[in-house]
């Protein structure tokens, strides 16, 4: 099977993503069996919130078209078009302001802070009333919010 190269790709999938008005995470292309899986996450550009499902189907044709017109990819493939987790590991100020109202886990050399994050710049989290410089995060991470599930019923 013949290599695809990365940032060809990247680059088309990037213009299409952008053209619906959202922000490539990533992509990639494996091989499996006789096609290609190629697999896009997609995220809104800042804010909270998610992206919708219309938002998604939007980005998934903008993509199919953009690989069929400029067909980068030898032989047949599978488009993935997806969204990031709540496992995905919050590491930019742009993830911790799309996780404003979201409960989450942010560890430190200090120790662990568990809340809801309720402001974020580009300097620093606000976890519950704990501010958090980025300097100092190790690690950070949404966690599933069961109380917020039981007020929606």
Known sequence: MNRIPIEKL????????????????????TPAGRRTVV?????L???PGGVTSD????????????????????GTYTLEVTTPGIDRPLTTPRHFR???GRLARV???????????????????????????????LRAQMMVDFGR???KE
């Open 39 to 43: 697999r896009v996450t997609i995220d």
């Open 55 to 74: 938002q998604l189907a939007d980005a998934t044709r903008a993509v199919s078209d953009a690989l069929d017109s400029e067909d980068p990819i030898p």
């Open 107 to 137: 560890e430190t050399a200090d120790g662990a802070t568990e809340g809801r994050i309720s402001a974020a710049d580009d300097e620093q989290v606000v976890v519950g009333e704990q501010a958090i410089p980025y300097a100092v995060v």
């Open 45 to 47: 550009v800042d804010g």
């Open 98 to 100: 799309r996780a404003i």
């Open 10 to 29: 990247r680059a088309i999938v990037e213009s299409a993503v952008g053209s619906v008005g959202l922000l490539l995470e990533d992509v990639s292309a």
């Open 149 to 151: 599930a039981a007020e």
